[in-house]
């Protein structure tokens, strides 16, 4: 009869038990239950920033589509007016502000063109 010194055969080869291969670690039981504590508090917090994050981003894209949906009805005020012969206030005043934007422009641009001239004749 052969003895096989306690070897097993797994999957046709022989493995004998001896020091090869990791070591079952001699870890104390409440350093490592402390440190998974440890680590689900870090997770838990990381997890609250998360979610403060995305709520204070959700609540500021609310605010925006808030102020475009006032903006979108305002625009659709002036246009039901105009449709009705009016110009609204705010746009006769953009207009106005536009044109004498343009006049002071195009002063500036003469006074300049002035001031040129008055250099050039004196050169």
């Known amino acids: 009869m052969l003895k096989m010194d306690d070897s097993k ?14 070591k ?3 870890i104390d039981l409440k350093a490592k239950l402390e440190r998974s504590r440890q680590s689900a508090r870090e997770c838990r917090a990381r997890k609250k920033l998360r979610y403060q994050y995305l709520e ?6 609310e605010r925006a589509i808030c102020a475009l949906r006032e903006e979108l009805e305002m625009y659709k005020q002036w246009c039901m ?32 063109g002035v001031k040129i001239e008055a250099n050039g004749k004196n050169a």
């Open 56 to 61: 204070e981003l959700v609540s500021s894209r």
């Open 24 to 26: 079952p670690a001699k």
């Open 81 to 112: 007016a105009m449709d009705q012969g009016k110009i609204p206030s705010e746009i006769r005043a953009l207009l106005t502000g536009e044109e004498q934007s343009k006049a002071q422009q195009n002063s500036n641009k003469q006074t300049k």
């Open 9 to 22: 055969i797994i999957g046709g080869k022989v493995k004998k038990p001896g020091k090869r291969g990791r």
